[in-house]
Every structure is written in structure tokens, then in C-alpha cells.
């Protein structure tokens, strides 16, 4: 955890200075936010009971998303950071719901024992990790989010086809993401970059939609 710590540090500097909100969760706007909620969330069944995991939850956003698309009428929710100030956060915003201060690399949740895992944000700022070590964190915590997962995950990272690169932005390319996913978590994999943001969405599940 102790070399992650940069970005931890980051994002809770974004919430002392604007609160528990979508500006302290480094977004630049609500609208686009709600954009990644309803692609990211898009691998979750409409018409089936599952259970939610949100890694990187922050002060738990999604959870407001989930609520007014009615997700959670069917729903049971967990929700998972690195931050214990973002997790006290979100126990404040919703006491209703779980939230753990985890760090998934060195305790993991156990196998399969989620339905589906939503990580929206967790790899899209690098801060000032190198491109290499940042590359690693991603894997390593796909490659454990998916055992954990009965279904699948959907997470997002910044597109390498852009104008121009930002050096504090994880913009991943594109094979190498599938090829890593292809070998170490499953073939069964959809690529979203019709949204209208300069990302791009994955969704990975265990069996083809």
C-alpha cells in the first residue's frame, strides 16, 4: 500500500478542499460522472438480486446512482477503499449501507464471493507513479478483484488515443489491456469507447453476454 499512498493522499486532499462530493472525488463535472456510472454499471443484470462491490468507492457516489436507478431495491451493496477519511465519509452519507477500509494486494476478499465488482476512477490518475509501477497496480488488482468476482467486474482507464497525454493520467493501451485480461482473468471481454469521454470502459465477465 505504502507506494499507492501518493494517490490516497491525493484524493483526500480533493475532499478536504471540496467536500464529499464529485469535485472532492477529482470528477470535473456531475454530468459525465453519471455517464460513467450508467456505462460502468451496464454489466450488472436489471432483473436479478446480485451483489455490488465498489472498490475505490470514495465517499461512496455510485451509491446515490444506484439509489435513483433503483439498483439497490434488488441490490446488496459493499463498498471498498484504501482511505479510512473517504470510508467515514461515506458511512456518514449512507449508514445504511457497508463500507470497508481494505487494502485488496495484501487481504483479498475471498473467491467468488461477489456477483459483480465496479471500479470507477481506481485507474484513471497515476499521480506521479511511473507509467511501469502503475501498470502493475493495475494488473495486480484486476487479476484479484476478478477471483473475487462470481460474474464479472467493469472498470475504466484514460484512452491512449488522445490529442495529448496527461503524465498525471493512466491512459493504458488497448492490447495490452485485453492481452492481459485474455490471459489472466477471462476472454469474455467488451471494450466501451462510445461515451463520449477520453476513456474507455471494459467490462470482463466469466461467461459470454
Known amino acids: 500500500m505504502n507506494e499507492y499512498r501518493t494517490l490516497v493522499e491525493h484524493y483526500e ?25 450508467r456505462v460502468l454499471t451496464s454489466i450488472v443484470p436489471k432483473s436479478q438480486k446480485v451483489s455490488i462491490l465498489d472498490l475505490g468507492c470514495g465517499v461512496g457516489l455510485l451509491v446515490d446512482y ?16 484504501l482511505s ?11 449508514p445504511d449501507q457497508q463500507f470497508l477500509v481494505q487494502d485488496l494486494l ?4 475471498p473467491e467468488e464471493s461477489v456477483d459483480y465488482a465496479i471500479m470507477n476512477g481506481l485507474l484513471t490518475e497515476k499521480r506521479d507513479l511511473s507509467q ?3 501498470k502493475q497496480f493495475a494488473k495486480e488488482i484486476l487479476s484479484s478483484v476478478f477471483k473475487s468476482c462470481k460474474f464479472g ?55 459470454p453476454r
Not at 495484501?106 to 476478499?109: A, D, G, K, M, T
Open 132 to 134: 511501469s509501477k502503475m
Open 84 to 94: 479510512s477519511k473517504m470510508i467515514s465519509a461515506a458511512k456518514h452519507r449512507h
Open 106 to 109: 495484501v487481504e483479498p476478499l
Open 153 to 207: 467486474m467493469a472498470f475504466n482507464v484514460m484512452s491512449p488515443h488522445v490529442d495529448w497525454k496527461r503524465d498525471d493520467l493512466f491512459h493504458w493501451e488497448l492490447d495490452d489491456a485485453v492481452s492481459f485480461l485474455r490471459q489472466n482473468c477471462s476472454g469474455n471481454i467488451r471494450v466501451m469507447l462510445d461515451y463520449g469521454l477520453f476513456e474507455y470502459t471494459v467490462h470482463v465477465t466469466r461467461e
Open 13 to 37: 486532499n480533493k475532499l478536504n478542499e471540496f467536500g464529499p462530493n464529485y469535485r472532492g472525488m477529482d470528477w470535473p463535472n456531475e454530468k459525465d460522472l453519471l455517464t460513467r456510472f
Open 66 to 81: 444506484l439509489y435513483t436507478e433503483k439498483l439497490l431495491d434488488r441490490s446488496t451493496y459493499l463498498g471498498v477503499d
